[in-house]
DNA sequence: TTGATAGGCAAGTCGGTACTTGCCTATTGT
DNA sequence: ACAATAGGCAAGTACCGACTTGCCTATCAA
């Protein structure tokens, strides 16, 4: 649902680990931990990121496949798309 | 910031708020308040309406013009536009 | 088979925030 | 002038969610 979608979008650290699968896709949760320690400087136990991404499944935006010892995750942008269209007013304005 | 306008959507109250606003635009706070009440069963106080209004115009979503006693509310979707091209790949799919 | 790697589960702590309550200010109408 | 309407400020409560800690399971390499 929307709500979940918002919720997720909610936290900046959510955020971040969307701003790293946008940039590389199907990274495992250690790749995430490690670019977000390097790259962003943030210090977060891998527990925590692990319920990140379990939040940003639920909600949609993050697909998982399972491959051996391995766990990849893909973004998925669908539900960003249809939650904006909401408060866009029918005459949307096409920019010139 | 794209931060502050990501909370103000976390809120279910807040995105009801737009709803309304979308809906009708340049409503006062007591208006919003019986519309909540009546159409969606909210039971809030009016500072707690006053807070997220406040919420959302920080977040440059509601724009306000004070007119004597009254304060009318506008919605502004440019920060929603802004947020969600985020994540969307450069190859931005069209629909067919 | 054993150790190392990749990940999962569950309980507990702690801070932020949504909401209330009570009182105060300003504009309007009669 | 006075009451009513529209809104603001501030402190307090209570709950949700982010993060940690500790331990457990599964897959791969030697």
Do not use: N
């Not at 250690?30 to 991404?53: D, M, P, Y």
């Not at 499944?57 to 973004?75: C, I, M, P």
Request: with cysteine; proline share 5%; aromatic share 6%.
């Amino acid at each position: 649902m929307a709500e979940d979608v918002f919720k997720a979008l909610a936290d900046p650290t959510r955020r971040r680990i969307l701003d790293e699968l946008v940039e590389r896709d199907g990274q495992t949760l250690f790749e995430i931990c490690t670019r977000l320690v390097t790259k962003h400087g943030l210090g977060l136990s891998r527990q925590a990121i692990s319920q990140h991404l379990a939040v940003l499944e639920s909600a949609g935006l993050v697909r998982t496949r399972r491959q051996g010892r391995y766990k990849f995750h893909d973004l998925t942008t669908e539900p960003l798309e249809r939650i904006v269209t909401r408060w866009l007013k029918p005459d949307t304005p096409e920019a010139p």
